[in-house]
């Protein structure tokens, strides 16, 4: 069965800092991986979607990159700013059609 | 396009009560879930379907029944309120394994 962990739970840093998410798997078939952001009382809005057979992809500020072979992923953020406070979940793409969630790691980037 | 819309907002039931929520997407996409977000947590996936007229279990579908008779509607049925069941729902749709776009969320209150 897919379980898939982020760590840590919840990260407090100061503006301007560089900063990694992480996410494991413990399935390495999978189809894709994809990071999403949260905001308190909001749906999830989606941030990157690598596919399996990528390593990284980036979007502005945010780099995932996806190693399957050790069932781990990261989000890099760069030069944090304090509207980036929110929950980033990561989550798995299985055979048959499910996405597989983490806990999510509740970021607070303080001014 | 509106995306994935979902009602109601929030809504408060009695114990034993049945209830509807509503999912609409105008994305023409194949793929529609129903997630349950309890609070500190990841989402779990409730039910899913493929396609008009296909519709699976997921991790947690016990008490919910589903239907999808349009590619658009995908309705949750909540047919014995139980206060296990207070949570956020979340409604989402995707074409295959692409990114999945979701709703705003229903807050739902069992009491």
Redesign the interface.
């Known amino acids: 069965k897919q379980e898939?962990t982020?760590i840590p739970a919840a990260l407090s840093v100061p503006e301007g800092e560089n900063l990694v998410l992480n996410c494991s798997f413990t399935d390495s078939a999978i189809?894709?991986l994809?990071w999403?952001r949260q905001d308190p009382g909001?749906?999830?809005?989606?941030l990157l979607?690598i596919q399996s057979s990528q390593r990284e992809q980036t979007s502005g500020r945010l780099n995932a990159s996806l190693d399957k072979s050790s069932g781990r992923s990261t989000l890099y953020i760069a030069a944090s700013q304090p509207g980036d406070s929110a929950t980033y979940?990561c989550?798995v793409?299985n055979q048959g059609?499910?996405?597989?969630?983490?806990?999510?790691t509740e970021l607070s980037v303080k001014p | 396009n509106a995306g994935v819309t979902q009602t109601p907002k929030f809504r408060i039931l009695k114990i034993g009560q049945s209830m509807t929520l509503q999912c609409t997407q105008d994305m023409n996409h194949n793929y529609m879930y129903w997630y349950r977000q309890d609070p500190g947590m990841g989402l779990k996936l409730i039910y899913y379907s493929v396609g008009a007229g296909i519709t699976d279990k997921g991790e947690v579908p016990n008490g919910y029944n589903v239907s999808r008779s349009t590619t658009e509607d995908f309705p949750l049925r909540l047919e014995l309120a139980a206060p296990s069941q207070t949570s956020v729902y979340f409604c989402a749709s995707t074409w295959g394994s692409e990114t999945q776009y979701f709703g705003p969320g229903t807050r739902l209150l069992v009491l």
């Open positions: 898939v982020q189809y894709n994809q999403f909001k749906g999830l809005t989606s979607l979940l989550a793409y059609g499910k996405l597989i969630f983490g806990q999510g």
